[in-house]
C-alpha cells in the first residue's frame, strides 16, 4: 500500500499535468513536484510538445540546488533517452536527488522499466506505482499510441437506462443532463480529432467543437465519415464545411463519392481522405493508418449509431464513453445505440476492462477499453480472432 505523504504528493502533481490537458499531443502529460521536509519547493509540467519535460521544468523553478531531503514525484517514469530536450535521468542524477517517487511506468515496451533502472543503477532510491491506476489513465491516450502506433479510436454514446438514443420519432435532445454534457467537452477537448457519421452532418448539424468553461472555443480535427459524399449539397452546406474552423475540418470518403464533389470540398478549403474500398464503406484500418501518418493519436467518435457499430464490426473501436440517463423508453421502436453484431451467447459479448465510473447529477458515466472476444457473429459471418 502507498504511503499516505506519497499519494497526497503524487495527487498534486497529476494536478500539474492535467494543466496541459489536450496540448501535448503526441507527448503524454506529466507532472512533477519537488518535495524538502515534507513541503513541496518546485513543482512543473510538461506544458506542450517539443517543451521542457515536468521534472526539467520543476528543477529549474527551484532555481537552486536540491537538498539532501529532496524526493521528486513525477506522473511518469522519468526518460532515459536524449530525445529532443536530453534525458530526465540524467539531469535527476545531476542534481543530485536521492529518492524519485514515480506513478506509472513509460508505456514504451522499448522504454518501460529503463528510466527506472538507470536510476537506481546510480544510487536513486526508487519507489513505483504511486496512484498507478489514476497516472495511467491520464495518458490513455499517449499509452495507446506509443504502445501500438495507432490512434486511440473512442466512442461516445448518450443512452437511456434502456440503451436507447431517440425516440421513435427521432427526438434525442437532451437525453443527458447539462453536466453530462459538459464533460463530453471536457474530453472534446483532449481528444486531438472528433468524428462522426453522414447522417449525423445532415440531420444535426453539429459544430464539432469544444466549448470550455471560460467560454473559450476549441477546435480539434473534425473527421466527417461519408463514403457517397451525402453531405455535400448544393445549398445549406454543413456549418463543419463552412464556420471559422472549415480548414480543420477532414471529409474520409470513397471512390464512389465522386471527384467532382472532392473538388467542390477542396475548393471550400475542406480536406479530402479518399480511402481505397471496394465498396461505400471506409475500410477503418486504412483510415487509422492515415491518422498514424499524420500524428493524429486520438479520434473521438460521436456517431452516430451506424457508424460506431460498424468499427465494432471491424474490430478498430478501442475505447468506449457511455453516459446513461435515468429515462426508460421502453419502446422497440425506438433507436438503439448500438448495432451491427450477432450475440448469441455472453461470452460472446463485447465486454470493457480498465473501467472507469463518475457521476453527473442523476447521469452516470461507465467508460473502459473494449475487449474483443475471440469469436464474434457479425450478421451471418462468424469472425475468428488471430
Not at 531531503?69 to 539531469?91: F, H, I, K, M, Q
Not at 514504451?108 to 526508487?126: F, I, K, Y
Given at each position: 500500500m502507498s504511503d499516505p505523504n506519497d499519494e497526497q504528493f503524487m495527487t498534486r502533481a497529476l494536478d500539474l499535468a492535467r494543466q496541459a490537458w489536450g496540448e501535448t499531443h503526441p507527448n503524454p502529460m506529466v507532472g512533477a513536484v519537488l518535495v524538502e521536509r515534507g513541503k513541496i519547493v518546485a513543482e512543473g509540467h510538461h506544458a506542450s510538445d517539443g517543451g521542457p519535460h515536468a521534472e526539467k521544468a520543476a528543477l529549474t523553478?527551484?532555481?537552486?540546488?536540491?537538498?539532501?531531503?529532496?524526493?521528486?514525484?513525477?506522473?511518469?517514469?522519468?526518460?532515459?533517452?536524449?530525445?529532443?530536450?536530453?534525458?530526465?535521468?540524467?539531469?535527476?542524477?545531476?542534481?543530485?536527488?536521492?529518492?524519485?517517487?514515480?506513478?506509472?511506468?513509460?508505456?514504451?515496451?522499448?522504454?518501460?522499466?529503463?528510466?527506472?533502472?538507470?536510476?537506481?543503477?546510480?544510487?536513486?532510491?526508487?519507489?513505483?506505482?504511486?496512484?498507478e491506476r489514476e497516472c495511467l489513465d491520464l495518458n490513455l491516450i499517449f499509452n495507446h499510441w506509443i504502445s501500438t502506433g495507432k490512434p486511440l479510436v473512442a466512442a461516445k454514446t448518450a443512452v437511456t437506462i434502456d440503451g436507447r438514443i431517440a425516440t421513435r420519432t427521432g427526438d434525442s435532445q437532451w437525453i443527458t443532463n447539462e453536466q453530462s454534457r459538459a464533460d463530453v467537452h471536457h474530453w472534446r477537448r483532449l481528444f486531438p480529432s472528433i468524428a462522426v457519421g453522414a447522417m449525423t452532418v445532415l440531420q444535426d448539424d453539429p459544430r464539432l467543437t469544444a466549448r470550455l468553461p471560460n467560454g473559450d472555443e476549441w477546435c480539434p480535427h473534425r473527421f466527417v465519415f461519408d463514403g457517397l459524399l451525402r453531405t455535400v449539397v448544393d445549398r445549406n452546406m454543413p456549418r463543419v464545411y463552412t464556420d471559422e474552423f472549415k480548414e480543420r475540418t477532414i471529409?474520409?470518403?470513397?471512390?464512389?463519392?465522386?471527384?467532382?464533389?472532392?473538388?467542390?470540398?477542396?475548393?471550400?478549403?475542406?480536406?479530402?481522405?479518399?480511402?481505397?474500398?471496394?465498396?461505400?464503406?471506409?475500410?477503418?484500418?486504412?483510415?487509422?493508418?492515415?491518422?498514424?501518418?499524420?500524428?493524429?493519436?486520438?479520434?473521438?467518435?460521436?456517431?452516430?449509431?451506424?457508424?460506431?457499430?460498424?468499427?465494432?464490426?471491424?474490430?478498430?473501436?478501442?475505447?468506449?464513453?457511455?453516459?446513461?440517463?435515468?429515462?426508460?423508453?421502453?419502446?422497440?421502436?425506438?433507436?438503439?445505440?448500438?448495432?451491427?453484431?450477432?450475440?448469441?451467447?455472453?461470452?460472446?459479448?463485447?465486454?470493457?476492462?480498465?473501467?472507469?465510473?463518475?457521476?453527473?447529477?442523476?447521469?452516470?458515466?461507465?467508460?473502459?477499453?473494449?475487449?474483443?472476444?475471440?469469436?464474434?457473429?457479425?450478421?451471418?459471418?462468424?469472425?475468428?480472432?488471430?
Open positions: 523553478a527551484l532555481g537552486r540546488k536540491p537538498g539532501k531531503t529532496a524526493t521528486l514525484y513525477v506522473t511518469l517514469e522519468p526518460c532515459s533517452t536524449a530525445g529532443r530536450t536530453g534525458a530526465c535521468c540524467d539531469a535527476i542524477i545531476a542534481a543530485g536527488i536521492k529518492r524519485v517517487v514515480v506513478g506509472a511506468n513509460d508505456a514504451n515496451p522499448d522504454h518501460a522499466g529503463r528510466g527506472l533502472e538507470v536510476l537506481r543503477t546510480a544510487g536513486v532510491e526508487v519507489t513505483a506505482g504511486v496512484l471529409v474520409v470518403t470513397t471512390p464512389h463519392g465522386g471527384l467532382g464533389y472532392v473538388r467542390k470540398l477542396e475548393n471550400l478549403g475542406i480536406k479530402v481522405w479518399v480511402v481505397p474500398s471496394d465498396t461505400q464503406r471506409v475500410a477503418f484500418s486504412d483510415f487509422k493508418a492515415r491518422c498514424a501518418a499524420e500524428k493524429i493519436t486520438g479520434v473521438y467518435v460521436e456517431g452516430g449509431a451506424q457508424l460506431i457499430g460498424e468499427l465494432m464490426r471491424a474490430r478498430e473501436l478501442d475505447y468506449l464513453f457511455n453516459y446513461r440517463a435515468p429515462m426508460v423508453l421502453a419502446d422497440d421502436k425506438s433507436k438503439s445505440g448500438f448495432t451491427g453484431l450477432r450475440t448469441e451467447r455472453l461470452d460472446t459479448a463485447l465486454r470493457l476492462t480498465e473501467v472507469h465510473h463518475a457521476v453527473f447529477g442523476d447521469d452516470q458515466l461507465m467508460r473502459g477499453r473494449i475487449v474483443y472476444p475471440d469469436r464474434v457473429h457479425v450478421d451471418e459471418t462468424v469472425f475468428t480472432r488471430v
